[in-house]
């Protein structure tokens, strides 16, 4: 899709790199994955140990190796005209990425940092344009973390999308002006904003945003959350005290079921996992094109770890090549020829260990190399490389949920927290837990969780993947998937692939699949990013798609994942010319936004930590498209406002962001994560709980409202709260079939709808509640509805007008 014929020479081609770094992650689902045709002869790697780091000094070459190879990309970043890369690398990728020319450092993110507009100039190579170009400012904050005051501003041109245009803004801080470059952030060759993040001495009251193109805005600036909540002496906290494998949790969820009978039930989902198992295996051979891939038919724990295979020399001229078995112990006599030499190849061990064993194993070449080379002699015994202790089950797991509420008959609205689609993400688990056992500790003697619980259903899934999460916590640490192997014996599906196995459930979902068209995931058997073989393959995400039927109370839903700090909504997912899933409309948007600063609010109140504006908002918006994911699903299927939470905020140190990872060390850091992601899924319980509570019909107008005016009008509308507005201009009744106001573009606010000619708006709010203001009946013969006549001149004939939205 993207040339690479490029030169690496300034800021212009920043935008193409991180383009072809991430596009091609989400395009071809890259990340991890592995080469099913490796060249004859090759030797075969070992299995690698990976960690997260940040590369450094980008170059061209470097940045098409990372797609080449597949490496897994956690984040990419600009920083001061340097792209740094978030990946998850093998000691070996290290070493690669390091003779290209990249450093290798610990996971880090650097504030942005100013820059003259004289250098941002010359490196462009700026054209002038005629006219000036309008210049608004989408968003002016400010914030206190736990270390620094920082001023945000995203701001937008209407030729933003030109790498000519620059945006410089001003402010004057301790009596000074200070002045900053804004960066141009674009994804998926889209132009969004621009935007820049500094930490300031002194709060400004006003920023102006200038454009070399001519145009300037100038905004207020508010603060970005900042409303702290007293905490109670009386309300317990602090019940998890450590990282929790699946059979702690379970443990857990059993004490509470039976310490608060009244209160909380243990739901078990009704599709069982595919296990923590595998079936035991070996690889004979040194090199691609002589290896025999040996997998038991029987899982290990069910005797395939018993299993021994033997390719022996019969020290024999002109031998044939035969297989015998001997209970546990498989023995492959190899074919010589009239010299004694042995002369059986890879391919047809195979075809003789099918034909004659077939019973206890299958056979195949290595990731589908033709097989030419001779077979080596060799014994191996079968495993399956688990190494969880034997009380870890490995049998298909039930998934467990916690239904917590006064009531848990259907009656009142349910309210869903889940974790653990990626098992490496071990704080989110803890979360749950936590908000649970707070919600019973506290019911008590806390009105506060009193009512929360007396009307609400709270549903918490703590670990939707137990298999995964095993898998993560005794053998492999940075899992992100289940453990169910799609890979053909033509394929990676030999045992130094066993940690590329498995499908990302948060992309094996219905709504905006890579099977639609939508980017974000792989058909990679081996890909982090794996969809799996067709939308809800998965026991795992099916039991997702079962609670959406079974509780058609449920209003509210979080997905809890990590790292990053980001705290995001639908759409979650764009199709290959960048189309997103369909936009909340205008008041639907402002809901998010408004129930998202009551939510992160709670979670600064913990230690002051700030979800950053820049991390919140649509997926699309502020990080990537994940094609299939679980929250899609909700909203779009079943109307349900769900939100996805990345746990693990960067820290500040003075200078830079510091990156805290999937598994922070619990006493300095994954305790604090858990407490205050605890706090914002309490919060979202309390916006839960104020949406089902609210019974007041909304009110809305019309700006300007009705008259004559001489010349074109900007109709806005005004709500008394989140409500999306239906309306008409062609004279009929509005109905929930009429048009709906939608945001006028990425991170803007509602659109207006422009009035050239006499016209008649008729229009009504709904609020997210549903309430229907004037209780006005869109499906009856009422007309209660809301009313204005924009006259334009001398045209007096309204109701046949024109409008369209701007």
């Known amino acids: ?73 956690s984040a990419v970043f600009e920083h001061d005209g340097e792209i740094e890369v978030e990946a998850v690398v093998t000691p070996s990728e290290i070493e690669m990425l390091e003779g290209l020319g990249l450093e290798v450092k610990e996971a880090v993110w650097v504030e942005q940092e100013e820059f003259s507009a004289k250098d941002e100039g010359e490196s462009f190579g700026i054209q002038s344009v005629h006219s000036a170009d309008n210049v608004q400012i989408l968003r002016a904050d400010h914030y206190t973390n736990q270390a620094a005051t920082f001023l945000y501003v995203e701001a937008k041109s209407d030729v933003g999308a030109s790498a000519g245009t620059t ?90 079921a039976e310490e608060f009978p009244e209160l909380v039930d243990i739901v078990e989902l009704p599709h069982k996992t595919n296990g923590y198992r595998r079936h035991a295996q070996a690889t004979m051979g040194t090199l691609t094109n002589n290896a025999v891939v040996v997998t038991s038919t029987a899982w290990g724990h069910e005797g395939g770890n018993d299993l021994t295979v033997e390719f022996v020399d019969p020290a ?38 099918n034909a004659e064993a077939g019973e206890l194993v299958s056979a195949n070449t290595y990731r589908g190399n033709s097989g030419g080379g001779t077979a080596l002699t060799w014994e191996a015994n079968l495993t399956d490389n688990l190494s969880a202790p034997d009380y870890v089950s ?48 506290n019911y008590e003697h806390d009105e506060d969780t009193r009512k929360l619980v007396d009307n609400l259903e709270i549903l918490i899934i703590p670990i939707v993947n137990p298999d995964g999460t095993n898998y993560s916590f005794y053998d492999r640490n940075m899992q992100r998937r289940n453990m169910t192997n799609y890979c053909g014996p033509t394929e990676a599906n030999d045992p130094g692939a066993r940690g590329n196995w498995g499908v990302d459930l948060n992309r094996n979902h219905t709504v905006g699949t890579i099977w639609d068209g939508y980017v974000g995931a792989s058909t990679s058997c081996t890909s982090d990013t794996f969809a799996g073989p067709e939308p809800h393959s998965e026991p795992e995400a099916r039991n ?96 349900v406002y769900t939100w996805n939470f990345e746990v693990g905020a960067q820290l500040w140190d ?51 409202g009705s008259g004559r005016y001489s010349e074109p009008v ?34 803007e606010s509602a659109e207006t709808l422009l009035i050239e000619e006499t016209t008649t708006i008729k229009f009504f709010s709904v609020d997210v509640a549903g309430n229907v203001e004037k209780n006005y009946k869109p499906d009856g013969n009422g007309r209660n509805y809301n009313s204005v006549t924009i006259q334009i001149g001398d045209d007096s004939h309204p109701g046949k007008g024109r409008g369209r939205g701007k």
């Open 714 to 747: 900007e109709v806005a509308f005004e709500t008394s709260e989140p409500a999306t507005i239906y309306y008409t201009l062609d004279g009929s009744r509005p109905t929930f079939d009429s048009p709906t106001l939608q945001l006028a573009g990425v991170r």
């Open 167 to 256: 945006l410089t803004a001003s402010w004057e801080e301790n009596g000074e002006e200070r002045t900053a470059i804004l960066s141009r952030r674009t994804d998926y060759g889209e132009y969004l904003y621009h935007w820049f993040e500094l930490t300031v001495d002194e709060v400004p009251e006003t920023v102006n945003i200038e454009s070399n193109q001519g145009g300037s805005a100038t905004s207020e600036v508010t603060e970005w959350l900042g409303d702290n909540r007293e905490p109670k002496d009386y309300y317990v906290t602090e019940f998890v005290d450590s990282y929790m494998t699946p059979t702690e949790m379970d443990e857990r969820m059993d004490q509470l």
């Open 1 to 73: 899709m993207f040339s690479r014929k490029r030169e690496w020479k300034n800021k212009v081609f920043i935008s193409m790199i991180i383009a072809v770094l991430v596009v091609s992650m989400l395009i071809t689902g890259l990340g991890a994955s592995i080469s099913a045709e490796p060249e004859p002869g090759e030797p075969i790697q070992p299995e690698e140990e990976v960690e997260v780091v940040t590369l450094h000094g980008m170059n061209d070459e470097a940045a098409e190796k990372i797609v080449e190879l597949g490496i897994d990309i």
């Open 544 to 639: 997702l798609a079962w609670i959406a039927d079974e509780y058609d109370n449920l209003t509210f839903a979080m997905n809890i994942h990590s790292h990053g700090g980001y705290f995001l909504w639908s759409p979650g997912a764009y199709d290959t010319n960048r189309v997103t899933l369909p936009r909340p409309t205008a008041g639907e948007e402002e809901y998010y936004w408004q129930s998202s600063e009551h939510i992160l609010n709670r979670i600064q109140d913990h230690r002051g930590t700030v979800i950053r504006p820049t991390r919140t908002g649509p997926i699309p918006d502020v990080l990537y498209s994940a094609a299939g994911n679980s929250g899609d699903f909700f909203w779009y299927e079943h109307g």
């Open 654 to 704: 003075g200078s830079r962001w510091i990156a805290t990872g999937f598994q922070p060390d619990y006493e300095s850091e994954g305790h604090d994560q858990a407490m205050e992601f605890a706090n914002g899924l309490i919060g979202m319980f309390e916006v839960a709980y104020e949406h089902a509570m609210n019974d007041t019909r909304p009110k809305s107008k019309a700006v300007p």
């Open 316 to 353: 024999t001229e002109n031998a044939p090549l035969e297989v015998s078995v001997d209970g546990d112990t498989i023995t492959v006599q190899l074919a010589t020829n009239s010299s004694g030499d042995t002369i059986s190849t890879a391919r047809q061990v195979v075809d003789a260990l």
């Open 394 to 441: 490995r049998e298909p797991a039930t998934v467990r949920m916690l239904s917590i509420g006064k009531t848990r008959d259907g009656s009142k609205p349910a309210v869903l927290g889940y974790a653990k689609e990626h098992p490496r993400e071990w704080v989110t688990s803890l979360v749950t837990i936590e908000a649970a056992e707070r919600l019973l500790r």
